[in-house]
């Protein structure tokens, strides 16, 4: 247990250390419409079409879901000189994506997205973009929270591991891996799961996700060796490279290739085989369960986030369908 404590000790540090290398982008002030308050940040890292999965990783933070506040972190001038008069900038992920596909289905969006919502293919663009546009609302991860947004409380709840845990945060959904049959009988792929779901792989998700077994038995190396592909989800992402960077200390010989994607290439590929493992955030459909099984790794929610500098701190549930369907599009209409 020793060895597992240095492990999580380890972990977090590092994830301080990428805290204090985040860097702020500069806020977009204007805006008459919501393409031209995304303007700035979408020419960089966003995407003006609806789009497939694309690879990349999530920014890291410490545990935001247990040590973030629905407080303002963003300096008074700037709340109190927020013009609510603007059009909302709404920012939403790709169709194919995890997170996009919980989102709109426990908010009731469905499938009337605003038309003139800036979609990203991945977890990171979403947080630049509402980091660097004051108008901004999006969604991500809990996971993947960072201090230079902030998470709204839905339905007078904010997001942290124990919301999530007795279910009072509703936009939550579990974290899955999934694998064809030939994956299923690899003792690689076999032993890998085992430690996911073992006393230290619960406590590595719980650096910033939610455990999904508090009586999880405590892993034994078996020694083994040899390569694994991983790949989909971007949310699921920095879970997973924590898990194989403390895996990989239990059995060195071990190489894990882990790409991104999204949940869609995650699911396409481990059925295929290309993948030996896939990354999800969403749960299989009928017809994907025919040819995969899936195993949840841990819990996690989805943050509506806003630039720091606006002062709104909560929402309903419904109003966040509002916004997203874009029946509301300024924020002095949010009441």
Do not use: H
Not at 187 to 208: C, N, R, W
């Amino acid at each position: 247990m020793k060895k597992t404590a240095l492990i999580v000790i380890a972990y977090a540090l590092m994830l301080s250390i990428a805290v204090a290398c985040i860097g702020c982008g500069a806020p977009n002030d204007s805006g008459d419409s919501a393409q031209d308050t995304a303007a700035s940040g979408n020419s960089a890292t966003g995407n003006s079409s609806s789009g497939s999965d694309s690879s990349g990783s999530n920014s890291s933070s410490n545990n935001s879901s247990s040590n973030t506040s629905s407080e303002d972190t963003a300096p008074a001038a700037r709340v109190a000189n927020f013009n609510a008069d603007r059009v909302i900038a709404v920012y939403t992920r790709e169709d194919g994506s995890g997170t996009r596909d919980a989102f709109v289905s426990i908010t009731g969006v469905g499938g009337d997205m605003y038309v003139e919502a800036i979609v990203n293919n991945q977890t990171d663009q979403i947080l630049t973009n509402v980091e660097g546009n004051e108008t901004a609302i999006g969604y991500v991860s809990v996971g993947s929270l960072n201090p230079n947004v902030k998470a709204l409380e839905i339905d007078s709840v904010y997001p942290s591991n124990e919301t999530i845990i007795d279910g009072s945060y509703k936009l939550q959904r579990p974290l899955l891996v999934c694998v064809n049959s030939d994956s299923e009988g690899n003792p690689l792929v076999q032993d890998f799961i085992a430690f996911m779901l073992s006393a230290e792989g619960q406590d590595i998700s719980a650096t910033k996700w939610t455990k999904i077994d508090t009586r999880a038995p405590a892993y034994t190396s078996g020694g083994m060796s040899g390569t694994l592909k991983v790949g989909g989800s971007t949310s699921v992402d920095p879970l997973m490279q924590a898990l194989s960077q403390a895996y990989k200390i239990y059995n060195p010989n071990v190489v894990i290739e882990i790409s991104g994607g999204g949940s869609g290439t995650g699911i396409s590929e481990a059925t295929s085989g290309v993948l030996d493992i896939g990354m999800s955030s969403r749960a299989l459909r009928d017809n994907e369960k025919e040819a995969l099984k899936s195993i949840d790794i841990a819990l996690d929610g989805v943050a509506v986030i806003v630039n720091p500098a606006n002062p709104v701190t909560g929402m309903s549930i419904e109003q966040v369908r509002e916004i997203f369907t874009g029946e509301v599009t300024r924020w002095s209409d949010v009441g």
